[in-house]
């Protein structure tokens, strides 16, 4: 099913489109390939690719407006390849409606199990929630009720909702102003010590070693992910 | 902020404005002045009455009589005016009231007609006065707005606060009539002011209170000297003297307001140049910094885009046994060389002061899991003892130069320990604040001190064999000097590695605030 998608690449450096193409192509997609701005609009329109990923280094416009625009089409998931130390962009641009980012340089494997992620919220919208499983946990979000290995957890309403919040999008990352407009408010997007006991209590009770967490990630400086 | 501002004085200054008030006429000649006015007019009148007394009734004559009294009130006020008004009556009983030519009142009338004329004298008098008071006061008001725009003029062409509190100096001296000094608050109450003990705590007042003391004033007004200061914006003040001999009189309310005005033009004027001068500092530097950050960045993307290409393009290649380990080599390599990329940017981005601090509640169990995820290659065949309380509280700090910093600084352990070495994280919380510990199992520190291990390309002694080129302890010290946490390097106590630790002192350690938000 996979086979025959689109994904628009957008960056100005020839290598490393090349590059994302040759990993892409390997994974079975499509590509068309972007070095502008202009380029990459003129291309969503034409192939209406079902993924973009744009370096935020471009010669004709800010990167972080033309992942606004892009990801204005619902049907195309953008993600942001971009350096490992520039978190203030990827904050930025995830904030703008970017999915999700890849850090350069990037790994062939991880580059895929991110856009495969990425792709999967796009087929999602509409359907009727069911309980989501991951590991020994399953969310039952008709009934409000956790599971761990059968058994039900009791957590406070903020710990529920940044489960759910997390769940979800399993395996993207949101950011912390994200989850805290969701779960506290518009007026507690900055409150980042909120979200840190949250997810700290949310692990004691979850994970099976807290101080390694495999479920709930950290990603420093960014936000959360839910990893299965 | 007043930087330069100069102490001087000029001695003997001028006599000017302070003598508005006072007439410069001679009083006796005034004197002399309203009484000929009174009697001309009186006799003009008398005259003209004594000629129509046929044909007018005496009580429209006597409103000729008010005529004298209004003149003279108008003109020089209560006293000759009632003296008119007495002069009038009794020349108006004298000649026209009969009995003719005598002072005896025969009618009531008379009485009444008397007192209605000194009733005006008052009233004229007054009411004059009072105008003649506002014209004057208005006057002086013009006058001293004059001054002050021509001082607030002569400050914009100043240079330096020195300049301005000389053209303040100068106005004074010609305002006042006094000697003045200027001077900066901080250096001057001594140069200025040590006269006598009064005299200085007059102006210790005037500095701290910003009010006129001193001299006639209600505060300490027998000091010889009177004083005033004025902001120079919210640190500084400028202090002002004024003195002349023994014979300094008080200044009136109204020229106290005004020579506190033109001391406020100056320290206002003073305090712009101090802003300006900061704002083109301040742009100059900006646009240094911008051009800086520019460089490296184009720099840093310049080296990436082929390092990226590499690393990347290697990690997409088919595995061909044949040529695994060759493959796999490569790989370290490539990822050896990006990592270094990466700390050499950070290095320059620290020294060049770089570091944009974006501080946020951070939690450190987190904080060393990710670092851990992200060197997953170097720690997956290695034991980790971690020891983080479960109740560690959130410190305020920058969660990515945080990670960095863990990063390399388990990087570092890694490196120095054997190959299956395990290592150890613990976390403290005592009265300092938190204590982050990492400890390794290599050869530790030997006899280097802490400030070659921090410093760029600085190494450990017993390491010689070991791989790595110093750069990550001296990121390890930028990144926590930027963020105000210390570090420290020892050997274990039980001799077994080194343990570096990371202290947050306890005003970055966070309450628990939000706890109560779950």
């Known amino acids: ?228 | 902020m007043t930087g330069a501002a100069s102490t001087a004085a000029i001695i003997g200054g001028m006599r000017g404005g302070m003598a508005v008030n006072e007439s410069p006429s001679n009083p006796d000649y005034r004197t002399l002045r309203w009484i000929s006015l009174a009697m001309a007019i009186i006799a003009i009148v008398t005259g003209c009455s004594v000629l129509l007394s046929n044909v007018l009734s005496l009580a429209n004559l006597a409103f000729l009589f008010l005529l004298p009294v209004i003149g003279v009130s108008g003109r020089h006020g209560l006293v000759p005016g009632l003296l008119t008004a007495s002069l009038s009556a009794l020349s108006f009983n004298f000649f026209l009231v009969p009995p003719l030519h005598t002072l005896h009142i025969a009618d009531a009338d008379n009485v009444v007609t008397l007192a209605i004329l000194f009733a005006v004298a008052l009233a004229v008098s007054n009411f004059a006065a009072r105008l003649q008071a506002q014209a004057s006061l208005a006057r002086q008001k013009a006058l001293e707005s004059d001054t002050v725009a021509r001082l607030t003029m002569d400050l914009g062409q100043q240079g330096d606060a020195a300049g301005m509190c000389q053209c303040l100096l100068e106005t004074l001296a010609v305002e006042t009539g006094c000697t003045v000094a200027v001077g900066d608050a901080n250096d001057s109450i001594e140069t200025l002011a040590s006269a006598s003990p009064i005299d200085t705590a007059a102006a210790r007042w005037a500095l701290a209170h910003h009010e006129i003391a001193g001299r006639g004033t209600d505060i300490m007004g027998s000091a010889d000297s009177l004083f005033l200061s004025a902001k120079v914006g919210d640190e500084g003040a400028l202090l002002i003297r004024l003195w002349r001999g023994d014979t300094l009189s008080p200044l009136l309310p109204s020229r106290r307001t005004f020579i506190q005005t033109l001391a406020n033009r100056c320290g206002e004027a003073i305090e712009r140049i101090g802003v300006a001068n900061a704002r083109r500092l301040l742009e100059s530097r900006e646009r240094h910094d911008a051009m800086r950050d520019a460089l490296l960045a184009s720099f840093s993307h310049d080296m990436r885009t082929p390092l990226t290409t590499i690393t990347s393009g290697l990690g997409g290649l088919e595995v061909d046994p044949a040529n695994a380990e060759a493959l796999a080599a490569a790989k370290e390599g490539a990822n050896r060389l990006e990592w270094l990329f990466t700390n050499l940017v950070d290095l320059a981005r620290i020294r060049a002061g770089a570091v944009a601090l974006k501080v946020e509640a951070v939690d450190l169990t987190e904080a060393i899991a990710s670092a851990l995820d992200a060197l997953k290659r170097q720690t997956a065949e290695r034991e980790i003892a971690l020891n983080i309380p479960e109740d560690t509280p959130l410190v305020q700090s920058d969660a990515r130069l945080l990670h960095h910093i863990l990063v390399n600084l388990i990087d570092n352990a890694c490196k120095y320990s054997p190959t299956n070495g395990g290592l150890g994280i613990s976390v403290r919380h005592d009265d300092d604040g938190l204590a982050l510990s990492v400890r390794d199992s290599g050869p530790g520190l030997g006899s280097a001190s802490a400030k070659d291990l921090f410093a760029a390309f600085g190494r450990g002694e017993n390491v010689d064999e070991m791989p790595g080129t110093g750069l990550g302890l001296a990121i390890v010290a930028g990144f926590a000097k930027a963020l105000g946490i210390s570090v420290s390097g020892v050997n274990r106590t039980d001799n077994q590695g080194a343990e570096f630790t990371l202290r947050f002192p306890h005003t970055m350690v966070m309450s628990e605030r939000a706890r109560e938000q779950q």
């Open chain 1, 1 to 228: 099913m996979i086979g025959g998608q689109t994904i628009l690449v957008v960056d100005d450096e020839m290598q490393i489109r090349r590059l994302l193409t040759a990993a892409l192509r390997r994974g079975g997609y499509e590509t068309v390939e972007a070095a502008t701005a202009r380029e990459a609009i003129n291309a969503q329109q034409r192939f209406q690719p079902v993924a973009a990923l744009v370096d935020l280094g471009l010669p004709d416009r800010d990167g972080l407006e033309l992942v606004e625009q892009l990801a204005r089409d619902d049907a195309c998931a953008v993600l942001v390849v971009s350096a490992r130390d520039a978190t203030d962009e990827k904050v930025a641009a995830l904030d703008l409606g970017a999915v999700d980012y890849v850090t350069k340089p990037f790994d062939t494997e991880e580059l895929l199990a991110r856009l495969r992620v990425a792709l999967r919220r796009t087929g999602q919208i509409g359907k009727p929630p069911e309980p989501v499983r991951f590991a020994d946990i399953e969310i039952d979000s008709a009934a409000r009720i956790v599971r761990k290995a059968g058994l039900e957890m009791h957590l406070t309403p903020k710990e529920y909702a940044l489960l759910t919040a997390l769940a979800d999008h399993p395996g993207r990352v949101i950011t912390h102003a994200q989850l805290l407009k969701t779960i506290w408010g518009p007026a507690h997007t900055n409150d980042v010590e909120y979200l840190r006991v949250a997810a700290r209590a949310l692990r004691l009770k979850l994970e099976p070693d807290p101080s390694r967490p495999r479920h709930i990630r950290n990603e420093p400086g960014i936000g959360y992910r839910l990893c299965e």
